[in-house]
């Protein structure tokens, strides 16, 4: 079975979110079950492509309503990732330095989508599968049904999944003058209240699609952004998978991010160890239990709570732990953050942006992970600290719930509900209760250890899907 993977993130290619780790792992362990996935992308500026050997595999054109711009696809010649790589390039639309947040991004999308098919059409290439990642590659399923230009390609069976369904791609109808010639009568399945809308296009187009977890999905049926009666409607062929991490990537006993690697038979000494560098870094007290939070400001993250988290957990424990933060975004959050960095000093620090071997680190050295978010349609982090023996506190929502259990109830983390400070600080306390009792704390690591997060159970439900 022949499967092409359209995102426009990948790992270590370029990075913002989870999507880019679900993309960079799930095709090399399919490769492994046996099938043949592949990797379509924009080209980035980006250091992977000038640090790996490319090749030319395609040179064309498209026409983007009165424009016509030059297609070239490369394709990464060893198979470095353990997939194929492919990767569009644009001149003046996909030859960019960041992934999103251009003016024209709306129309990047669509070219990029556009030169996808293109290519596959004029190359007389048939995949089996084509796996649209989120709305950046919702039109890719209306377009191979409905466009003249790719007939060739019609028929092939096409998934969707959602990986955040708060963001949706909504358009003006003035952009429909960017896609492909199409059959007009089927403006209905690009349409959802007046606009275009990838998100809704790909619902109706696909044979099948997914959100990346069964509590997600439960979530979307009744909050999804407008969206609900398109998701009770198409409620037969929606699916929850739940997404799995690269354990080859996220490994205690091999990361060579780390200062010091370990096991679950030796967690306590390399946490341990990895704590009194990163402390010793940003002038904290290694004696006391660290708290670490990783990831964007912004509010689906519950990243707005997290000043106020800081405050209130350093204030009314009066100064017995410390927490670390790795993250950027909301400028707001980050100017507050600042000034709480001057104010607690010797209990928190702050490393504004992101960096992939500090946020290694942070799992390696952190006793708990925060992570307050008010939308979270799988999350990785928790499985990421769990697998370097920090415990997670979660609120109890999306692909947190699927993953993360109360320790009351003989759980791997610590749960809470409403997504407010003072919740979260109540779970903090919580988690100081049984920081105290070394036992426990013990006993947990390794429980926490011993789960398995891999890609193997997740790439096999997966291939159900294909064959649903």
């Known amino acids: 079975m022949k499967i092409f993977h359209l995102s426009m993130e990948c790992y270590p290619v370029a990075k913002v979110g989870g999507l880019a780790d679900v993309v960079?792992?799930?095709?090399?362990?399919?490769?492994?079950?046996?099938?043949?996935?592949?990797?379509?992308?924009?080209?980035?500026?980006?250091?992977?492509?000038?640090?790996?050997?490319?090749?030319?595999?395609?040179?064309?054109?498209?026409?983007?309503?009165?424009?016509?711009?030059?297609?070239?696809?490369?394709?990464?010649?060893?198979?470095?990732?353990?997939?194929?790589?492919?990767?569009?390039?644009?001149?003046?639309?996909?030859?960019?330095?960041?992934?999103?947040?251009?003016?024209?991004?709306?129309?990047?999308?669509?070219?990029?989508?556009?030169?996808?098919?293109?290519?596959l059409s004029a190359m007389q290439i048939r995949p089996d599968i084509l796996h649209c990642h989120d709305y950046h590659t919702g039109l890719v399923l209306f377009m191979i049904e409905n466009c003249y230009e790719f007939r060739f390609l019609r028929g092939i069976r096409t998934i969707g999944t959602i990986h955040n369904g708060e963001y949706q791609g909504s358009m003006d109808w003035q952009m429909s003058s960017f896609l492909p010639h199409f059959d007009g009568w089927k403006w209905g399945l690009l349409d959802w209240n007046g606009r275009i809308n990838p998100m809704a296009a790909m619902i109706k187009s696909c044979n099948a699609f997914n959100a990346v977890s069964r509590g997600y999905?439960?979530?979307?049926?009744?909050?999804?952004?407008?969206?609900?009666?398109?998701?009770?409607?198409?409620?037969?062929?929606?699916?929850?998978?739940?997404?799995?991490?690269?354990?080859?990537?996220?490994?205690?006993?091999?990361?060579?991010?780390?200062?010091?690697?370990?096991?679950k038979d030796y967690a306590e000494e390399g946490k341990w160890e990895n704590k009194k560098v990163i402390c010793a870094e940003y002038g904290l007290n290694p004696n006391l239990p660290l708290f670490g939070f990783i990831g964007r400001f912004a509010g689906e993250k519950g990243a707005d709570l997290l000043p106020d988290i800081v405050e209130k957990s350093i204030q009314e424990t009066n100064g017995s732990l410390n927490i670390i933060v790795l993250g950027s975004g909301n400028q707001y959050i980050e100017n507050r953050l600042k000034e709480l960095q001057h104010q607690f000093n010797i209990n928190f620090a702050l490393d504004l942006g992101y960096k992939e071997y500090l946020s290694h680190q942070i799992y390696a050295s952190a006793d708990f992970l925060l992570m307050p978010s008010r939308v979270e349609p799988c999350g990785l982090n928790q499985m990421y600290a769990m697998r370097y023996g920090t415990v997670p506190i979660v609120r109890y929502t999306g692909g947190l719930r699927d993953t993360v259990q109360d320790i009351s109830t003989g759980g791997s983390g610590l749960n809470f509900t409403n997504a407010g400070a003072d919740d979260a600080v109540h779970a903090i306390k919580r988690a100081l209760h049984i920081y105290s009792q070394k036992d426990l704390m013990q006993g947990l690591i390794y429980n926490n250890m011993s789960f398995d997060f891999s890609w193997e159970k997740s790439a096999s439900n997966y291939s159900e899907l294909y064959n649903y």
Not at 217 to 224: A, C, G, N, V
């Open 217 to 263: 999905l439960e979530e979307l049926f009744y909050s999804f952004q407008g969206l609900e009666p398109l998701m009770n409607q198409e409620r037969k062929k929606a699916f929850g998978i739940i997404n799995g991490i690269d354990t080859e990537v996220w490994d205690p006993q091999t990361d060579d991010m780390l200062k010091f690697n370990y096991n």
């Open 24 to 119: 960079g792992a799930l095709p090399k362990y399919q490769n492994r079950m046996g099938l043949d996935a592949k990797v379509v992308m924009p080209w980035y500026n980006k250091p992977f492509f000038y640090n790996h050997d490319f090749e030319i595999v395609f040179d064309g054109f498209i026409h983007q309503s009165f424009h016509m711009y030059q297609v070239q696809v490369y394709k990464e010649k060893s198979n470095v990732l353990g997939f194929e790589l492919y990767l569009v390039k644009i001149p003046g639309l996909l030859d960019r330095e960041n992934v999103y947040g251009y003016w024209d991004e709306s129309q990047q999308f669509i070219a990029f989508q556009h030169a996808v098919l293109h290519w």
